[in-house]
């Protein structure tokens, strides 16, 4: 079969999740989208079109952005970020250990109380965290040498440390409890 010369010869596909992974919804695109229209979790994915196409030929499509990786850069755009994005990312995966168990926990925590938006990322420079929003502000649990310690934005200064709110050996849930106890009070 032979493809329309009104189809675009590359479509890009994005792909929104809910907090435990699974897609939620699938667009594609004859262009690639704007990353800001996106969702807190997001992967967009080139695909080629060949001119002709079999009904079994199939094609690969290419990972190209990824609010895991990049956030809101495409690969192309800043390919040693990128590159050092996905190192962080399979490091922390495969040798997280005990923080990548608990960051995953107080993730559930958080999604359980009604915050759909948290997911285990990098928060900081080269360190990993929680990151959800509290009253359209972004906020960030992370385990520092004092404790489990509130993060987020400031207008002034782009983010800053809200203090330990745990120490750091509590619970998820004491955390959890905590933590959202501050970013409301910071935040409302």
């Not at 990353?35 to 080629?48: C, I, Q």
């Not at 955390?175 to 970013?183: C, D, K, P, S």
Request: proline residues 4%; hydrophobic residues 40%; negative net charge.
């Amino acid at each position: 079969m032979t493809l329309p010369e009104t189809l675009a010869r590359t479509l890009f596909v994005s792909v929104d999740a809910f907090p435990d992974g699974t897609a939620k919804s699938v667009t594609v695109y004859a262009e690639r989208p704007g990353l800001d229209d996106m969702t807190s979790r997001f992967s967009v994915w080139e695909v080629p079109m060949p001119d002709d196409f079999a009904d079994d030929d199939t094609v690969t499509a290419t990972l190209v952005a990824s609010s895991l990786i990049g956030g809101d850069t495409y690969a192309d755009e800043d390919r040693a970020s990128w590159e050092q994005g996905r190192q962080v990312v399979r490091v922390f995966h495969a040798e997280g250990g005990r923080e990548r168990i608990m960051l995953r926990r107080i993730e559930a925590q958080l999604i359980n109380a009604g915050y759909y938006d948290a997911r285990t990322q990098e928060t900081h420079c080269q360190g990993w965290g929680v990151r959800f929003h509290v009253g359209g502000h972004w906020c960030a649990i992370t385990l520092f040498e004092d404790g489990w310690t509130l993060i987020g934005d400031d207008p002034e200064d782009r983010w800053a440390c809200f203090g330990t709110v745990a120490a750091p050996e509590a619970t998820p849930e004491a955390i959890v409890a905590a933590a959202l106890a501050e970013a409301v009070r910071i935040f409302g």
